[in-house]
């Protein structure tokens, strides 16, 4: 059964997004900062999908305590999630739940501790408190979904693993058993009582359905792996990737389009346009011209752009193919991803699984609308649904002191169009603890964004800053005490039109709080992205490093 129940009021459907966009037609598009507010975008994943045993934690009728760890990779993820569902084992009631509490956090760990204490607030940010009220949970039929919406949403970054701590101080007038999964050791830790420093592991990981609110979508298929070049290949091709619309789950307008590595890359130029449309298509037809396999007419969501895939992703990273289009997903029709690629210095292997998924490819020449052929190579591949902050973060080595530290100075960043891959308006820029810190009062810096075309930045900051240049904030700001994983920030005076297809370069100078104060987490990325400039905030040269800082992006498409 797949039917649905909510805890509190009616869930809005994910087909109902579209009637909300403010995109009109079909297949409308729009363009990039400056443009009409689009609506947000909403998608469904579920963990643990093949449950088959039913656990009465923590929905039992005395004292519930309960962790469950959710796995990033079972998410396939990120976004804002809104609310959460559980599926009911068997026939039950109406339930009431007294004053639940139900909190989310990231976490590290691969597997949960004894300690209740030690599973969250460890590095990843602070724990947050989603849900604080009593639960009243309507009849259920078996195998019946019953949602709680939370009364703040939950912003899940894809790359941490997540906590869910839900706790009954009563318990329930009623036990309601839910599906588990069984073959995750340490996926639940729980007690009966209230408060408990410790608990007992279990290997129940419940079949959980999250609804997103904006966010990016991972569509991995299981199976073979194996490389393959088309389309950003040197030959110069052009394919069309099939996703059925029970594979995506969500509707509203896709901003972004990723593909998956499966190799080292090597640095290359590419010109693609990029596709999306609907399709009434199960399969394609290798008899089918590429414009044949569409319902309607496709949006373009990307005119010749060009990019630079660096070199030095590995396999399993992702790159954004830059997009300053959108287009409004209905939800109900199978989607089309279509990308042709008409120039390329030289060819990179991305991500083809074949597992016998029929005919979801189809691939040709550039320039020539009837394929050369259809076959089963299903590409892992990242949707964006407008809604959510676009984050970069790379792999983790440390901290930078500068612009929160103790330190005058001067520094810049450059983001490459891979690494964002969607037009808008940014609004709000922020970057993540790396340790606990105190609160600090009167940070004063001027903040200048500016597109680039550049992927690596020189030591001289003036040569950086090269097109679209603008001031967005110039004051001061206050920083509150913070764990480490937090994210804080700049409110933008001065929002900047992000173009979606350019480099993106942001340079931050003035002073610092105090020697206690609040460090950014770092990571490694290919290309020289960092530069620093000492002690003086008037400083013209600088260090340059294969750096990036954590980064949050809050865009208005």
């Known amino acids: 059964m797949k039917m649905v129940k909510n805890v509190t009021t009616a869930l809005v459907s994910i087909a109902a997004v579209v009637a909300m966009t403010a995109c009109s037609g ?3 598009a729009s363009g990039g900062g400056g443009s009409s507010a689009l609506a947000t975008g909403g998608f469904v994943k579920e963990v643990a999908k093949n449950s088959i045993t039913g656990v009465n934690a923590p929905f039992f009728s005395s004292t519930q305590n309960s962790q469950f760890l959710l796995l990033a990779g079972d998410i396939a993820g990120s976004g804002n999630i809104e609310s959460i569902s559980f599926r009911s084992f068997g026939a039950e009631v109406a339930t009431t739940c007294a004053d639940a509490n139900i909190s989310m956090g990231h976490t590290s760990l691969s597997g949960l501790t004894l300690t209740y204490a030690d599973n969250v607030e460890e590095g990843k940010g602070t724990l947050q408190t989603v849900v604080e009220r009593s639960l009243s949970i309507s009849a259920l039929a078996a195998g019946e979904l019953f949602t709680i919406d939370l009364d703040t949403p939950f912003n899940y970054n894809g790359v941490d693993n997540v906590v869910l701590h839900v706790q009954m101080p009563t318990g329930c007038s009623n036990i309601i058993e839910i599906y588990t999964d069984t073959t995750q050791p340490d996926s639940l830790l729980h007690s009966q009582a209230i408060p408990s420093a410790t608990g007992s592991l279990f290997a129940f990981l419940p079949n959980l359905v999250m609804n997103f609110a904006g966010g990016v979508n991972t569509q991995v298929v299981e199976g073979t792996t194996t490389g393959n070049t088309f389309p950003f290949n040197t030959a110069l091709k052009r394919t069309q990737h099939l996703f059925t619309s029970a594979d995506i789950n969500g509707s509203g307008p896709l901003t972004g389009l990723a593909f998956q590595m499966n190799g080292v890359s090597t640095e290359g130029e590419y010109n693609a346009t990029v596709k999306l449309g609907h399709t009434t298509l199960a399969e394609f037809d290798a008899a089918n011209t590429f414009a044949d396999n569409y319902a309607n007419t496709a949006t373009v969501v990307a005119d010749n752009v ?20 959108s287009f409004n997903y209905n939800g109900t029709d199978n989607l089309i991803a279509d990308v042709e690629v008409t120039s390329a210095t030289v060819t990179n292997v991305v991500m083809k699984v074949d597992t016998g998924l029929l005919s979801v490819r189809a691939y040709g020449d550039a320039g020539v609308d009837l394929p050369v052929g259809v076959d089963d190579g299903a590409y892992n591949m990242k949707f964006r649904f407008n809604g959510a902050p676009m984050d970069v973060i790379p792999e983790y080595i440390g901290g930078q002191a500068f612009p929160y530290w103790n330190t005058e100075g001067a520094i810049q960043q450059l983001y490459n169009a891979y690494q964002l891959g969607s037009a808008g308006t940014i609004n709000r820029i922020e970057c993540r603890a790396e340790y606990n810190s105190i609160a600090e009062t009167g940070y004063s810096y001027a903040i200048t964004l500016s597109h680039s075309t550049a992927m690596d930045l020189t030591g001289i900051f003036a040569d950086n800053l090269v097109t679209d240049t603008v001031e967005v904030f110039n004051g001061t700001v206050d920083t509150p005490a913070l764990l480490a994983g937090d994210w804080v920030g700049f409110d933008l005076t001065t ?36 530069l620093w400039g000492g002690l003086d905030s008037s400083a013209t040269f600088g260090t340059t490093e294969a750096n990036l800082i954590d980064t949050r992006f809050h865009v208005n498409r």
């Open 26 to 28: 079909d297949d409308a």
């Open 306 to 325: 060009q990019f630079t895939i660096p070199a030095g992703l590995q396999a399993g990273d992702w790159f954004w193919v830059p997009l300053n289009g």
């Open 495 to 530: 929002p900047f039109n992000y173009d979606g297809v350019s480099n993106l370069v942001m340079e931050i100078r003035g002073t610092g709080g105090t020697s206690g104060g609040l460090a950014c987490r770092r990571g490694s990325v290919p290309n020289q992205q960092l």
